[in-house]
């Protein structure tokens, strides 16, 4: 038996259709902590010909351990020798105690949240770049906005949910608006009466744009 070692924090599945079984699941690591899933042998089904049906083989739980930490951090952007996500496998059924008390262990995963902190950087940084030229949360994954909270630097405009940063519905038009916003830039009738009269707008009830309906 195989121990993948994971220190990322999502959800981590991998489905792999050719094996029974086929799906495997690791939990979101908090960080500074790091989640387990224990891995056997596999079995993988050939159709060889119409005489003979289909062939039965084991698949070894060392390749179907590697095969997992493989595919999954090789579909990631911005990943290479130092900086990818940390995700590894150890040999032998493991828990998270004898993973701390072993110091190659120890040392193995300390190195891989040391990477994963570098990945973490460079998604940050192209996070940045998309964010500078398209102005789209839509454009910004969640990897990349927890990689920021990760390294501090949760305040940055992009970062921030697309959820947390919604009200209500607009009550004229039903558009989402952030909390923020003193007029909807949907239908333009005024959300907070007392932010806009303190920025010089004007009142003219029954009218919207340049002097918009009150909604409170």
Not at 47 to 57: K, N, V
Not at 66 to 86: L, M, Q, R, T, W
């Amino acid at each position: 038996m195989y121990t993948i070692v994971s220190a990322y924090p999502e959800p981590l599945k991998e489905n792999k259709i050719t094996l029974m079984p086929a799906e495997f699941e690791i939990p979101a690591a908090d960080k500074g902590d790091f989640q387990i899933l224990h891995v056997d042998h596999a079995i993988t089904f050939r159709y060889i010909d119409e005489a003979r049906g289909t062939d039965r083989r084991p698949v070894f739980d060392k390749e179907v351990s590697n095969a997992i930490c493989h595919d999954f951090i090789s579909a990631k952007i911005e990943v290479d020798g130092v900086a990818k996500p940390a995700i590894f496998a150890l040999e032998g059924k493991l828990e998270k105690k004898d993973i701390l008390n072993n110091k190659e262990y120890k040392t193995k995963l300390d190195r891989a949240v040391a990477a994963q902190e570098i990945w973490f950087k460079r998604l940050v940084d192209r996070a940045d770049d998309d964010w500078t030229k398209y102005k789209r949360h839509t454009a910004i994954t969640t990897i990349q906005r927890k990689a920021a909270i990760y390294l501090g630097l949760g305040n940055k405009e992009w970062a921030q949910e697309l959820a947390m940063m919604l009200i209500a519905n607009c009550k004229f038009c039903g558009s989402s608006v952030r909390s923020e916003i003193i007029v909807c830039p949907t239908c333009h009738n005024v959300l907070d009466k007392e932010a806009y009269l303190r920025e010089g707008g004007v009142i003219a009830a029954g009218t919207v744009a340049t002097a918009a309906t009150v909604s409170k």
